[in-house]
């Protein structure tokens, strides 16, 4: 299969400050890349290259096979994009919206009216086609937002943190939206700061921090980076972890950290169901003051935490390493 | 569709969408309308009685066409501020990544606010006659007076188009223009003849383009006294050439300034 976006060393300035310095990534036609990074990572600037609105500085960006730079035009015929803010006409019904976008890609009058008529009742908002956008929830308006840009039935479809904001039932309504369009094969580039999103979404994901690319590949195999499973145990009374960790350590692969204040005993192991049964055996009478145990699978948030304290660790004198260092542990959890 | 055809069917798209708004939100043009007329109603009845003009002619006559001119540059000033009320909303980047013409965006701008301008010239005209303006010369005069108003504004709107797209906050916008449009429609010949400026006021005045304005208007709606004392000054002299020079370039200069600076905006 062929990649519909491939971008290769992407540099971006504004004044003194790089937000993209050299960024390499490719998707595949028909698949899902969420680009994750914090705040000011340079996620938006991605999009906005790709998208046309922003010319970089720096590398080359192509999307469904055309240049960004040379073949603009070209680009904007074949993507949608979904920005930060739902960029809807609030005194235009929902229906002038999308009617109003499809006249601007050229559909002729009826067939912007058809489409209009067809992505409002895809995204629940028939009911809601003739009021002005003024009157939408935040939840309406990413929908009417997200229908605008499929009106050209676009081969690649840009989200920019399609669900921040949301509440989290406008939210699982939005993910279902984004996977059933997926699913119908359309290429999408979505930007988030929420893992779960990403891990629930994306097939392939690449992490930015500070313009550069710090991780990529699937969620397990970005898990796999952090490390494997961790046996987590909480307890009534602090004073015995001590004890508790010296009895465990046989089974640890790696030293066990002991949370005094969480109560909380935490380390990783390999073995699965196997090591939490023995690890359990071996207190025999104790089990009674154990509130909580179980096995954990390190999630996005895990790897997110590691990939940028080992960031900050390159960025920064060796002071900052042990503080790095600590991050993964997941003490604070 | 060729591409001067494309610029012309997005800009029709775009134009009806700003009409759409007037439509939505009646205050805009009760508000764009009701201080006009105040306007209209406050000069005629504070000033009138104090400002001394040549004799055969009256104060309403004299006001109606500075007040016109007024109105409409002010007018063009909303060009600006939606423009950099877009760009907050982010419509501006959806329409800049769709494949559409680069400068419809703005014609559709410039194009629905000439069009609240002609509602809000009627509607003052309309006070006008009710508190003794009249228009003394031929139907087809008249007809260029408005039009020389309408299409001054109209170039202003561009201006104003390029402030929007640079200074990018709907408020700002507002108070710099008024920085720029209060001086350049107070010291001009709008309310008061410019005998009674200082004398360096008075050159500014006789060379700036509202003077001129103003001046083509009176003496297209029939409303100056023949004999009455008009500056020397060239451009007074010749007020309507003089204003559809300075539109001129002022388009020739901010048209193509407006349309690079949307090519290359994109809200932060």
Known sequence: ?333 | MSSLGATLSDSVVITKRNLIKVKRVPDLIVFATLSPIMFVLLCRYVFGGAIDLPPGINYAEFLLPGILAQTVVFGSTVTGASIAEDLQKGLIDRFRSLPMSRAAVLIGRTVADAGLNVISITVMALTGLAVGWRINSSVLEAAGGFLLLLVFAYAISWLMALVGLLVRTPEVVNNASFMVIFPLTFASNAFVPLESFPSVLQTFAEWNPVSTVVQGARELFGNTVPGAPVPDAWPLQNPVLYTLLWTAIILVVFVPLSVRAYRRTASR
Do not use: C
Not at chain 1, 80 to 102: H, K, P, S
């Open chain 1, 1 to 333: 299969m062929s990649d519909a976006i491939v971008v290769e060393g992407l540099v971006k300035r504004f004044g003194a400050t790089t937000a993209l310095d050299g960024v390499d990534l490719t998707v595949t036609e028909g698949s899902v890349l969420g680009l994750l990074g914090p705040n000011g990572a340079g996620k938006t600037t991605v999009v906005r290259i790709l998208t046309t609105l922003l010319v970089a500085d720096g590398g080359r960006a192509e999307v469904a096979g055309l240049d960004v730079a040379r073949d603009a035009d070209a680009v904007r015929a074949a993507i949608g994009l979904t920005g930060q803010y739902a960029a809807v006409d609030e005194y235009l019904t929902g229906f002038e919206n999308l009617e109003m976008v499809g006249r601007l890609y050229r559909l002729s009058r009826a067939e912007a009216r058809t489409r209009a008529g067809e992505l409002l009742e895809r995204f629940d908002l028939t009911g809601a086609a003739a009021r002005p956008a003024k009157t939408y929830s935040g939840g309406m308006r990413r929908r009417l937002d997200i229908a605008a840009s499929l009106i050209n039935r676009p081969r690649v479809l840009f989200l920019d943190e399609p669900t921040t904001g949301l509440d989290p039932r406008s939210r699982l309504a939005m993910w279902d939206f984004i996977a059933e369009l997926a699913d119908g094969g359309t290429t999408i580039l979505l930007t988030t700061q929420y893992l779960e999103e990403a891990d629930r979404l994306a097939d392939r994901m690449v992490v930015i921090d500070r313009g550069r690319v710090i991780a990529r590949g699937t969620a397990d195999e970005l898990k796999a980076q952090v490390g494997g499973e961790r046996l987590e145990l909480t307890v009534t009374d602090a004073t015995a972890l001590p004890g508790m960790a010296e009895v465990l350590r046989p089974l640890a692969v790696d030293e066990p950290q002991v949370d005094l204040a969480g109560r909380r005993l935490s380390m990783p192991v390999s073995g699965g169901a196997e090591v939490l049964a023995e690890a359990l055996n071996r207190f025999d009478g104790g089990l009674a003051q154990i509130v909580d145990v179980g096995l954990r699978r390190p999630d996005l948030d895990d790897v997110f935490l590691a990939l940028t304290g080992h960031a900050a660790e390159v960025a920064t004198t060796d002071d900052d390493a042990p503080e790095a260092e600590a991050v993964p542990t997941g003490g604070v959890r």
